[in-house]
């Protein structure tokens, strides 16, 4: 199934560039995430949109800044990375109504290198 | 504290074997969703199973089974005569209402089928 896409799937920044990931769901879903996965760590939810507004965001530097501009498109807008920030980056998205949250979908991921 | 425990880092196992991943979850909440994910070196978190709380059957889907068991808070995936497509990492979620339905993931376990 490919609900949910991810541009690019690998990218090679240096610590002064500024680049961008996209995220595109297709499964009328009304809420999307956006997740790092680093090597040996758990998966750690960095932003949550909801009806397209920001409902969490996780103590993640302002070097991160999402953008969701509507319920289908969800943008990690990357500048002045560091090494560190090198991980695989997850979209998802699930259809939250009243006080419940559905099943999280996921993208194929963004293999992110900062040089 | 770690909401969700996968004590099994790597198994492997040869081709037909069974394998067990063991999960196990810690919440105070009445009401709480348990997930299993898979992801292959392709990246991508593909979605197995979804539990609700008060629906302790296991269940069986093909070659996968899932024992629920509330009792020793326990949510374990077992794959029925194992595939080198198996090959994967396993991820144990929990959703909670008291964190607004976010996923608490573990640290996954690496299944290696060998032929």
């Known amino acids: ?115 | 504290a770690q909401k969700v425990t996968q004590a099994q880092t790597e198994i492997s196992v040869v081709e037909k074997e069974d394998v067990t991943l063991d999960c196990v979850y810690e919440t105070r909440d009445t009401t709480y969703y348990l997930f299993w994910y898979k992801q292959p070196p392709s990246g991508e978190l593909v979605f197995l199973i979804r539990r609700n709380s008060f629906d302790e059957q296991n269940e069986i889907s093909g070659r996968y089974s899932w024992n629920f068991q509330k009792s020793t808070s326990s949510f374990n995936f077992t794959i029925t005569a194992s595939q080198v497509v198996d090959s994967a990492v396993y991820f144990c979620a929990l959703s909670e209402v008291a964190n607004d339905y976010k996923l608490s993931f573990g640290a996954g376990t690496t299944v290696t089928v060998r032929a």
Do not use: I
Request: hydrophobic share 30%; glycine share 6%; charged share 20%.
């Open chain 1, 1 to 115: 199934e490919t609900g949910v896409t991810q541009t690019p799937r690998h990218l090679v920044m240096g610590m002064t560039n500024k680049k961008s990931l996209k995220c595109e769901q297709h499964l009328g879903h009304n809420a999307m995430y956006w997740y790092k996965q680093s090597a040996k760590k758990p998966l750690e939810l960095m932003f949550v949109y909801s009806l397209e507004e920001r409902v969490e965001n996780n103590s993640v530097p302002s070097r991160f800044s999402p953008e969701c501009p509507n319920s289908s498109h969800l943008f990690l807008h990357l500048h002045t990375l560091q090494p560190e920030d090198s991980a695989l980056y997850l979209c998802a998205s699930s259809q939250r109504q009243g006080g419940d949250t559905d099943t999280q979908y996921f993208g194929p991921g963004t293999r992110l290198t900062v040089l």
